[in-house]
């Protein structure tokens, strides 16, 4: 075996094992794309709260906008309005009250 394979073979068990050794600081996908969300409502709140307070949203709407952002999945009632005129909660798509999957996006009813 020549020192370039042995260099490669090391390298190829460097990569494999660097899970093993990661560190606390090190997130995984999954935490940072929802902390990432999280940080987007928020920042929507605070701009809904700062046009609440400077007179461009009415207290009702605030309210209501407010509360979709904080509910997760489909905001509120567009999601049951969807719901009750037989569409798709993800595109839109009409389906049958029978259908237990969209027929054009495959989301699950």
């Known amino acids: 075996m020549d020192i370039l394979t042995i260099i ?5 068990c460097a990569f494999i094992a660097s899970p093993l050794f990661r560190t606390s600081e090190q997130k995984p996908k999954d935490k940072v794309e929802s ?3 999280q940080s987007m409502i928020q920042n ?3 701009e809904l709260t ?4 400077t ?3 009415s207290k009702q709407d ?9 509910q997760p999945g489909k905001q509120g009632h567009e999601f049951e309005q ?15 009250k029978d259908d237990k999957f969209c027929s054009n996006c495959g989301t699950k009813l």
Do not use: F, P, S
């Open 82 to 96: 969807q719901k009750a005129r037989n569409m798709c909660t993800k595109c839109g798509h009409k389906v049958n």
């Open 8 to 12: 490669l073979i090391l390298i190829t």
């Open 35 to 37: 902390q990432h969300k």
């Open 50 to 53: 700062l046009d609440y307070e």
């Open 62 to 70: 605030y309210d209501v906008l407010v509360q979709e952002h904080r």
């Open 44 to 46: 929507t709140i605070d």
């Open 55 to 57: 007179g461009k949203l």
